[in-house]
């Protein structure tokens, strides 16, 4: 009898086994779009101080988007990425694009290469930044030997993107080079930026973020926040939180520098708010709320209000 447990428990583990592997085999990863059809915008060409032709122009992309879905954004190389939430059930991008080359033909031959796409695929959507150095799937790598030769594929290029997205959408973010600015969003956004400076401003919900190099700005408002709060963590650079008076969290910092408080903050175990907090301090402001976890391992943290004017 305890054979015959053992062996149908083994054969219930087994198919279980099977059921759960053999869909994540076969998943594949969402196939990359083609560059939006939409014609260039305010078109502008000039010569550069070294003699290299300069052109600028803007894409601009509408689509619609209800409520429940999520966007995960991939950004070139270099470029700034201004994310803000609205109440319209769309998503609306503008990109601006500067690209270099040494003739006219280079420069229309990036023009028709690089670009920018949606995959609409379920409640998860994917924007991409379709060009050399991203990370693309093997019929977009071959469209685009096929369209560059390998001296152009290594020119430089830059995409500004403008985005707004309905105010509840969740995001997973992959910046590169360049400003960050998320604004007047109540999601759950996941941030991983290299280099840059990086502003939060009028958000809610879920924030994490890992940032390598930079600096940050986070701009609070309302009496707490709301939502489970932020984890943000930097590897070189400055951190500096603006909270309006009277605002209800609990708040860790951690830094290699002394911290900077010009915010009326009480230790958390009860003891001189005037005493020097050194390096790091967990407390809680007003009533507590979203916690709140902020850490840099080479800059420094200040906290100041927003009625200061500091």
Aim: hydrophobic share 35%.
């Amino acid at each position: 009898m305890n054979l015959f447990r053992n062996h149908f428990r083994f054969l219930w583990c087994l198919s279980w086994l099977i059921f759960l592997t053999v869909p994540a085999a076969a998943q594949k990863d969402p196939a990359t779009p083609l560059p939006p059809v939409a014609p260039a915008k305010n078109y502008k060409q000039e010569k550069t101080p070294d003699g290299k032709l300069h052109r600028e122009y803007n894409r601009d992309y509408k689509v619609s988007f209800a409520y429940g879905r999520s966007l995960m954004i991939s950004t070139p190389p270099t470029g700034s990425l201004f994310i803000e939430g609205w109440n319209r059930r769309e998503i609306s991008v503008q990109a601006k694009f500067a690209i270099e080359g040494s003739s006219d033909a280079d420069l229309d031959a990036l023009m028709n290469t690089i670009g920018f796409g949606i995959n609409q695929d379920g409640l998860v959507w994917n924007l991409v930044t379709v060009g050399p150095q991203m990370k693309l799937d093997k019929k977009e790598k071959e469209r685009l030997k096929k369209g560059l030769p390998p001296t152009l594929q290594k020119l430089p290029y830059r995409i500004d993107y403008t985005i707004k997205v309905p105010e509840y959408t969740d995001l997973e973010i992959n910046h590169n080079e360049g400003e960050v600015v998320l604004e007047s969003l109540y999601s759950s956004v996941n941030l991983t930026s290299q280099k840059g400076k990086v502003v939060f401003s009028g958000l809610s919900g879920t924030l994490v973020a890992r940032i390598v190099t930079g600096e940050v700005q986070v701009f609070f408002g309302g009496r707490s926040w709301r939502g489970n709060g932020i984890d943000l963590q930097m590897g070189v650079g400055n951190i500096s939180l603006t909270f309006p008076s009277g605002y209800n969290t609990y708040l860790a910092l951690s830094s290699n520098q002394p911290l900077k408080l010009d915010y009326p903050i009480v230790p958390g175990d009860g003891g001189d708010p005037n005493a020097p907090v050194g390096n790091a301090i967990q407390t809680q402001l007003g009533g507590g709320g979203g916690r709140m976890k902020f850490s840099t391992q080479a800059g420094q943290i200040r906290v100041q209000s927003a009625e200061s004017g500091k």
